[in-house]
């Protein structure tokens, strides 16, 4: 019996041999282990068996029984971890993506309301011909203040409360600060082009300003600039009126006050009839009902002449929107300091865009 026992032992192991598929490791299972199997055969063999044969034989074939049960249990996880195996080295698969998938349920993928707006901007002047340049936060003073004819002693330096660089690399020739305005990329962008030419500057300008819902010390301007002959305060009221009502997707109440900036002649503040109360007065626009919304004047030649361009010839327009004012306006927002926030509660409200 005991030799029989070891026969079937080693007739399941060729059995078993080779074989790659899960479904005829079962079969072989119950082809040993089965009613019909040798194994329920001998068992069946000792009902006229002694006592004593009874509790000798039984032990044997229950030890014999285990061997099979562990032999196929190795043999199928053989099986599988192969499987794995063969499934890792074909195909690549993100162990991550189902997490990711998860997420996105809460999670969105739209553009802060400050790109969003940019892009639309930039979208509505390049259709007006525009060109969009970029430039340096850490900049000199000559593209900040110099060139825009504003020498050190100017009063005017004092608007802009400045952040100065007093590093090694900002020395009393070459002084270097945080832009405190995108109007220095009217300068790099003239010395680098020959008119006519028409460009716009989106980008963060630095102040050290004190913080209220209407003033951050990192904010967003969007500055312009066209250069060509015979461009008059007409065409620049032209652009900008046509490019609020593109932005506000409404025609915009505007009215232009006198506004002094050294690099324009004549300068004005462009405002816009409040947004968020209406023209009532609220918190965003100080209780007057208007928004200064846009800085704009005609180039100073001085400016023209830093940058490499005969004023007799050539003139034309310079602006600068605050571009966190206008994300305000547009979405009723009452409080700049939302915008800068990481408050995704406040930021998932903007999911469409
Ligand atoms: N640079 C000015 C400011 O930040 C705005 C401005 C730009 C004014 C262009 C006139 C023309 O205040």
Redesign the pocket.
Known sequence: MSHKLDQLLDELKKDLSGVTQKEKVLDIKSKYLGKKGPIADIMSGLKNASLEEKKEIGSKVNIVKDQIQDLITHKLSEIESSEINETLKTSQIDITYRDYVKQTDTMHAGFHPLSAIKREIEDIFVSMGFEVLDGPHIEEEFYNFDA?NIPPSHPARD??DTFWFHDKDSTEEKKRLLR????CV?VRGMLKRKPPFRFIVPGK?FRAEKIDASHEAVFH?V???LVDKNISVANLIYFMKVALREIFKKDVEVRLRP?F?P??EP??ELDVKCLICGGKGCSVCKQSGWLELL???M?HPNVLKAGKIDPEIWNG????M?LDRLVMMRFGIDDIRNIHGADLRFINQFKSY
């Open positions: 825009l608007m802009q405190t305005h995108t109007s009217q300008v301007q500055e312009g600039m506004g900036f690099f324009v300068g004005f800085p704009c004047g180039i327009f310079a602006f600068g605050g």
